[in-house]
């Protein structure tokens, strides 16, 4: 079974652009949450779809945004990138049950300069 | 207030000698613990999780880790480390309102000849 797949790996974008990152769960996988890491900060949740609904949203500001379409692919959006948004953007995918593991994505590098 | 702290941002250890990472958790009801390695450029995969009964729970790699609720803590745990061992771990707490978890910070692991 294919993982979780994240596009594209890396990104550069330039303050005040705005940028869009894809993600593929798992086949079967109807919820997808979003990470972002940064060194030191770890990794902070920024919302979970599930049956394309934003069911939990983090403590980020309106520029990121989310969606998750019927076939549970999930592409979430930042608006005009700031310095401080140069991050790893993690995707991870999980079962319906609410115990069930996240599977992650290998994620996409963004910088922005 | 749902939170993860992992006390150890970095650990240097011989390949061949044993490894504790530590973990203590806050959080409002029964836990579902989890830990995840992390390798340079990869996302994050699942080393175990603890949901409820033994308090010693195996996973891959060889690794373990033991709940002890009244500490709050889920220390993982190999009794002889190897030097593809070397990566990050992360320490997570969760599900919280819908599928959001919690992180640790991470502690970085390099591993010596």
């Known amino acids: 079974k294919a993982g979780v797949t994240q596009t594209p790996r890396y990104l550069i974008k330039t303050r005040g652009q705005q940028v869009t990152l894809s993600c593929s769960p798992i086949?079967?996988?109807?919820?997808v949450s979003w990470y972002q890491q940064t060194p030191g900060q770890g990794l902070q949740f920024l919302f979970e779809?599930?049956?394309?609904?934003?069911?939990n949203k983090g403590n980020f500001p309106g520029r990121f945004s989310g969606r998750q379409f019927s076939n549970s692919r999930s592409e979430m959006n930042v608006s005009t990138l700031e310095l401080g948004d140069s991050a790893l953007y993690l995707c991870?995918?999980?079962?319906?049950?609410?115990?069930?593991?996240?599977?992650f994505g290998n994620g996409t590098r963004l910088t922005v300069t | 207030a749902q939170s993860v702290t992992q006390p150890d941002i970095h650990i240097t250890v011989s390949e061949g000698a044993s490894l504790e990472l530590r973990c203590n958790y806050s959080?409002?009801?029964?836990?579902?613990l989890f830990w995840y390695v992390q390798s340079p450029g990869q996302g994050l995969q699942l080393l175990l999780k603890?949901?409820?009964?033994?308090?010693l729970v195996q996973g891959i790699k060889g690794f373990e880790a033991e709940f002890k609720r009244s500490q709050s803590s889920f220390n993982l745990r190999k009794p002889s480390v190897h030097w593809s061992d070397a990566a990050e771990y992360f320490c997570?707490?969760?599900?919280?309102?819908?599928?959001?978890?919690?992180f640790g910070t991470g502690t970085s692991l390099t591993v010596i000849p």
């Open positions: 997570a707490v969760g599900p919280y309102t819908g599928n959001q978890f919690y």
């Open positions: 603890y949901f409820s009964g033994d308090t």
């Open positions: 086949s079967g996988h109807r919820s």
């Open positions: 779809y599930f049956s394309e609904t934003q069911r």
């Open positions: 959080y409002g009801a029964t836990p579902y």
């Open positions: 991870a995918s999980s079962m319906t049950q609410t115990n069930s593991p996240l599977h």
